[in-house]
């Protein structure tokens, strides 16, 4: 008998399942899957990772004040309250390490983010799920939620996989009513595909109970290359230092991110692509009869009229080279996430759903 047991909550974790990439027997798929970058990264951060190359044999920076710095110049923040991860998934997971734990609840919401569960669990702590309405965060079962057991409440804005936000006012109503130990964390890996909104950076400025993480992932077109920040309060970046390792991002990584984050041609660029797209894409799958709640993100979740139907649905596009995100996991069963491509994709999926359901679907 294997009596070498991990802690508890750790066989209790449903592992993270990525988009998938392939289709059995088709080679020109497009993957729409995990909400990556149409256009891949800019020219800039593709040059400054073939330079980072020939720097390889030394150990990177430690303290990532270049990155922090150039972080610090595109979003007007204070670099000194920045920290870098290998993905904003670096920094949920250290924030659950160092502020979660056994005997601790970890608040996220009914179609919230799979990370804030698995990283809870994988702290020790317990994950308490609370309903949104209607796809929307509802501030209000939160505050019902929370209790002298809460240590991190989790909310992303946009959130994924809905699209949907909450107001800057609702956010700071929460803040302000959370009980004190509580620390709320504001995922804001989509906040940039929304014109005009900071991720709510101006509450955790002045809160010392809100932090906010951000990613390279999405609209900078670097998900491969594993970079994610987090803004809050002197104390609590001081605490998410000490566990981070302190080589925890490679010179190729720090560099890349680095000359992505002052690449505004390329920002703007794709900025204004996926607006165009994804009006585009909400007004053709509307036309086609399909709900679809107005996404501020880089995606649109389809409703559709069964999981059934959704299923059905999913393997169509699949067999037209169309891989697109099944929700079921987060509560979504009749729903499929489509990440917004460029022009050609989106119509080649709105054409392939719209044969689906033409020959009865
Ligand atoms: C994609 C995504 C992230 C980003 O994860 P990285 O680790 O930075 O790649 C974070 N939160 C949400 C809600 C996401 O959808």
């Given at each position: 008998m294997n009596m070498i047991k991990p802690q508890p909550g750790i066989l209790k974790?449903?592992?993270?399942?990525?988009?998938?990439?392939?289709?059995?027997?088709?080679?020109?798929?497009?993957?729409?899957?995990?909400?990556?970058?149409?256009?891949?990264?800019?020219?800039?951060?593709?040059?400054?990772?073939?330079?980072?190359?020939?720097?390889?044999?030394?150990?990177?920076?430690?303290?990532?004040m270049a990155l922090r710095q150039a972080i610090g110049t595109a979003h007007d923040l204070d670099p000194a309250r920045i920290i870098c991860g290998a993905g904003s998934d670096e920094i949920i997971s250290y924030l659950c390490q160092a502020y979660a734990g056994r005997g601790s609840d970890v608040i996220y919401t009914e179609h919230g983010f799979a990370m804030y569960k698995i990283c809870a669990q994988a702290a020790g702590a317990r994950p308490v799920c609370v309903p949104e309405r209607k796809r929307v965060v509802d501030?209000?079962?939160?505050?019902?939620?929370?209790?002298?057991?809460?240590k991190l409440v989790f909310i992303a804005n946009p959130a994924n996989p809905t699209g949907t936000m909450v107001s800057d006012r609702e956010l700071a109503r929460l803040a302000a009513n959370l009980p004190e130990h509580v620390l709320l964390v504001l995922d804001g890996a989509y906040a940039e595909y929304v014109e005009g909104f900071d991720g709510s950076a101006k509450l955790v400025a002045r809160r010392n109970n809100v932090v906010m993480t951000r990613t390279f992932s999405k609209l900078y077109g670097l998900?491969?290359?594993?970079?994610?920040?987090?803004?809050?309060?002197?104390?609590?970046?001081?605490?998410l230092n000490r566990v981070r390792a302190p080589f925890n991002l490679s010179h190729p990584q720090l560099a890349t991110a680095e000359a992505a984050a002052s690449d505004h041609a390329h920002v703007k660029k794709c900025q204004s692509e996926n607006l165009r797209m994804r009006t585009w894409l909400t007004k053709a799958l509307r036309d086609l009869g399909l709900g679809v709640d107005d996404s501020d993100a880089n995606f649109v979740l389809a409703r559709f009229a069964s999981p059934q139907q959704a299923d059905d649905a999913n393997a169509h596009l699949q067999s037209e080279g169309l891989i697109v995100r099944n929700v079921a996991n987060y509560g979504l069963a009749e729903c499929l996430r489509i990440t917004v491509g460029d022009e050609p994709s989106c119509r080649r999926v709105a054409h392939a759903l719209g044969k689906f359901l033409e020959a009865g679907g």
């Open positions: 974790i449903d592992p993270y399942k990525g988009g998938a990439s392939a289709v059995d027997g088709i080679t020109d798929v497009v993957k729409l899957s995990s909400n990556e970058n149409p256009f891949g990264p800019g020219d800039a951060a593709i040059a400054a990772y073939k330079r980072a190359g020939h720097a390889l044999h030394r150990y990177p920076s430690t303290d990532h501030v209000d079962e939160i505050l019902k939620a929370a209790n002298n057991k809460t998900g491969g290359l594993r970079v994610g920040w987090g803004f809050g309060s002197e104390h609590v970046i001081d605490v």
